[in-house]
Nanobody, 115 residues
Framework: QVQLVESGGGLVQAGGSLRLSCAAS????????MGWARQAPGKQRELVAT???????NYEDSVKGRFTISRDIAKRTVYLQMNSLKPEDTAVYYC?????????WGQGTQVTVSS
């Protein structure tokens, strides 16, 4: 079992930055992959950034060049640095951990970008 706790969401103006954090209940190096997903009202949840156990990263097209996923294995924490935020980035952001075959999710943190 894995518990994930997100923090760092909030309200920011367009063009601003936020950093989300996700603290895991156990060693993240054992996870196949970790990532961040978001869900806007009326839309499906979508993965926007992932990092594998080997450290490879991947981004959804709309956030490439603006978002950066990173991790601190010693702190069992994954981060999402979000720069140049846009109103369309407004959503609940969820931390995800894949420990094959199970996906684990955090409770989510709200990010609101005002225009």
């Amino acid at each position: 079992q894995v518990q994930l706790v997100e923090s760092g969401g909030g309200l920011v103006q367009a063009g601003g930055s936020l950093r989300l954090s996700c603290a895991a209940s156990r060693n993240i190096f054992t996870f196949n992959r970790m990532g961040w997903a978001r869900q806007a009202p009326g839309k499906q949840r979508e993965l926007v950034a992932t990092i594998t156990s080997g450290g490879s990263t991947n981004y959804e097209d709309s956030v490439k060049g603006r978002f950066t996923i990173s991790r601190d294995i010693a702190k069992r924490t994954v981060y999402l640095q979000m720069n140049s935020l846009k109103p369309e980035d407004t959503a609940v952001y969820y931390c995800n951990a894949l420990v094959v075959p199970t996906d684990y999710w955090g409770q989510g943190t709200q990010v609101t970008v005002s225009s």
